[in-house]
């Protein structure tokens, strides 16, 4: 007879877990969305195209945000490894995995910087 409690006691458990597993994905979609409208205002703040196509969790198949015909994919952590960082005076990080092409890591105002100054000309 114990053991049957015990047994109850552990579902009841897992749902509570359950549910609040589910209130935890909810808010890192949220915080993914609050970057994605953040991405979007700050390209308007450079006068450059951009549109937010992950609406109401109906995921876009080629990307979170259309800058400019382009698409971008927008990832939130509480914390970025810490050697994709710059440091010292460096302006960003450029880095690779093996059999894979070399990617940067800049500041996103450069990256804006930079997109305007080249869709001018």
């Not at 007879?1 to 209130?23: D, F, G, L, W, Y």
Request: glycine share 8%.
């Amino acid at each position: 007879m114990a053991n049957i409690k015990q047994k109850t006691r552990t579902k009841t458990q897992n749902r509570r877990k359950k549910s609040a597993n589910v209130r935890r994905g909810r808010r890192n979609r949220q915080r993914g969305a609050e970057l994605q409208r953040q991405l979007v205002r700050m390209c308007k703040e450079f006068d450059i195209e951009a549109f937010n196509r992950d609406r109401g969790g109906a995921n876009h198949e080629k990307g979170d945000v259309e800058i400019q015909g382009k698409y971008y994919g927008c990832k939130r952590r509480k914390t970025v490894p810490r050697w994709i960082l710059p440091e010292k005076e460096e302006v960003g990080v450029v880095f690779r995995g093996d059999n894979m092409k070399p990617m940067i890591a800049i500041p996103l105002e450069h990256f804006l910087l930079m997109l305007k100054i080249v869709t001018e000309e």
